[in-house]
Every structure is written in structure tokens, then in C-alpha cells.
């Protein structure tokens, strides 16, 4: 009898585990759990109190996709991914901030896509261990390799880095899960966050954030970590498809401080098949059609 109790609860749990919706993949592995922050909805969360201040804080200025197709500066536009496996060598990296980075062998394979401009970030998703290595100004010195940081995740787990500790980001937090990818858009739905940057940040990080990157105390600033969402009552039917598709995922899963740069930045992955006219119509959308949300009620 005990027997069946337990057989009949393995059962039970395995079908709600089976209808839980599935998250975001790539290269056969889950972009995290579905459970995971950034692939958690927020339509229904409440307004924080302070979102007026703070998107004030943040500019007047307006939407501007980091992404797109063709080349600037003879790179990809956008912070291109790089699909790795088992056969992959290994490489061991120096890092300017090793107290902070993961120090094991990344698979970076000889034809490794890195990110224009001065942060080179490469992504490398090892598609056979799903596991995804991030590195922050990535450099050939000499005969190895040399970093600004690096950063390693299970795509299977929900494990934050050490609070207090940077990644390839400046708030600590993987880049793969916010950037929009054309695949997505192709199928049309985004389900997940976005990240995006900020001209000034506070000196201070909110959950699943771990780091900051200021010396900057004004409290109107934004934290890193910090999560916004476009407004419900924004019109976005007038958009064309492509963004459209980036609109409603700033709705339903809204964006996150991940990073100082230019305001209103969000980021994707470079793909020949974004058509960069649809992608400049998101620069209609104010900054002012942004609030900041209470995220307390997707925290474990």
C-alpha cells in the first residue's frame, strides 16, 4: 500500500512537471530552466512605487535596438553567440578581475565570434554539456587568451553567481538569456526578459542582479538587476513585425539593468535575416512608456 502511495505520487508530479510550460532553448539545450527569472512573465506584477522617478533617471530618450543584420565597424551588429561541444579545445584565460571569474578551460574554437566595439563579449554555448562560458573583453595575447573576466552556468540550473561577483556583465548575470534572437522572432514569440543598459547606475544591485558598477549613490538611479516593462496600455499594432514581436516581449517579460552604456540599449544576437529598417521603428517608443516593476513575487 505504501508502495502505491509512493508510485502514484511520482506519477502525479511527473504529469504537473510535464505541464509546465517549456522555456526558451538553444542548440538543444534549455536557455535556463523555465522556472528561471528571466524566462518568468511579469505582466501582473505591481508598479514600484518609485518607477517615475527612476525612469526619469534614466532619460528622456528612446528605444534602440543593439542588434540587427550587415556589419558596423566590419563586425556583426550585436553580441553574437557561438555554439561550442565536447570536441572543442580548451583554453586557459587570463583575467584582469580573476578574484571574480570562474578561472576553468573555455571552449573557444579558432573561428570564435566575438562582439564589436570595446566590450567584446563572446557567448559559447557547449551544446553537448549545456553549458554556457560568457567572457568580457575577449583578447589573442601572444599564444593564449586574455579576458576582462569570464563567467560559467549550467543551463539546466537557477544557481546565481557569489554575491558581490561580476560576470562578462557588469550586474553579474548571464547575457545569453536576454538577448533577442532572430530564431525567436522567426517563430514569433520572445519569451523571455531582455537585457538592456543605462547611461548611469547606482551604486547598488537588486535580485538576481550580484553586481554593481558605480560610484554613483543618487537613490533615483537605477540599481542593476533592476526589471521594467513597457506599459499594457501602449499601442504596438502599428509596429512591423519584427519589433512587434520585441514590443510584446517587453510586455509580458519586460527588461533588466544589466550593464552601463547608452540608455535604452537592448541587446541581441547579429543574424543576416533581422531587417534593420523594422528594428529602427523602435525608436518611436519612448523611454517615458517604461515603468519599473516590483519583481518580489518571483524571488525564491
Not at 508530479?13 to 512573465?41: E, K, Q, Y
Not at 518607477?51 to 543584420?69: P, Q, R
Not at 578574484?99 to 563572446?122: C, F, L, M, Q, T
Not at 539546466?156 to 533577442?180: E, F, K, M, V, Y
Request: hydrophobic share 40%; proline share 9%; glycine share 10%.
Amino acid at each position: 500500500m505504501r508502495m502505491r502511495a509512493v508510485l502514484l505520487a511520482v506519477a502525479l508530479g511527473a504529469g504537473v512537471a510535464h505541464s509546465l510550460p517549456a522555456g526558451p532553448t538553444i542548440a538543444g539545450c534549455p536557455a535556463f530552466p523555465a522556472d528561471n527569472v528571466w524566462n518568468r512573465r511579469l505582466a501582473r506584477l505591481p508598479v514600484d512605487p518609485r518607477s517615475a522617478e527612476i525612469v526619469a533617471a534614466i532619460g528622456d530618450g528612446s528605444l534602440h535596438a543593439d542588434f540587427g543584420s550587415g556589419l558596423w565597424d566590419g563586425r556583426p551588429i550585436g553580441i553574437p553567440v557561438t555554439v561550442v561541444g565536447r570536441r572543442t579545445p580548451r583554453s586557459r584565460v587570463t583575467f584582469e578581475y580573476a578574484s571574480e571569474s570562474d578561472r576553468v578551460p573555455y571552449p573557444i574554437p579558432a573561428g570564435v565570434r566575438v562582439e564589436g566595439g570595446g566590450d567584446r563579449h563572446a557567448i559559447l554555448v557547449d551544446r553537448d554539456a549545456c553549458r554556457l562560458y560568457e567572457l568580457y573583453a575577449l583578447r589573442r595575447e601572444g599564444g593564449g587568451w586574455r579576458a576582462g573576466s569570464g563567467a560559467l552556468w549550467s543551463l539546466r540550473s537557477n544557481r546565481l553567481r557569489p554575491a558581490g561577483w561580476t560576470s562578462a556583465d557588469a550586474a553579474g548575470l548571464p547575457i545569453l538569456p536576454g538577448l533577442a534572437r532572430y530564431d525567436e522572432v522567426a517563430r514569433g514569440r520572445i519569451a523571455h526578459a531582455l537585457r538592456f543598459t543605462v547611461a548611469r547606475t547606482r551604486r547598488a544591485y537588486v535580485w538576481p542582479a550580484r553586481h554593481f558598477a558605480s560610484s554613483e549613490t543618487d537613490p533615483s538611479l537605477p540599481p542593476m538587476g533592476l526589471r521594467l516593462r513597457l506599459r499594457a496600455d501602449y499601442p504596438i499594432g502599428r509596429f512591423p513585425p519584427q519589433a512587434r514581436v520585441v514590443l510584446r516581449a517587453l510586455k509580458e517579460y519586460g527588461m533588466v539593468v544589466a550593464d552601463n552604456g547608452t540608455s535604452w540599449m537592448i541587446s541581441g544576437a547579429p543574424d543576416p535575416r533581422w531587417s534593420n529598417d523594422q528594428l529602427h521603428t523602435l525608436h518611436d517608443v519612448p523611454g517615458a512608456a517604461f515603468e519599473v516593476v516590483d519583481p518580489s513575487a518571483l524571488r525564491p
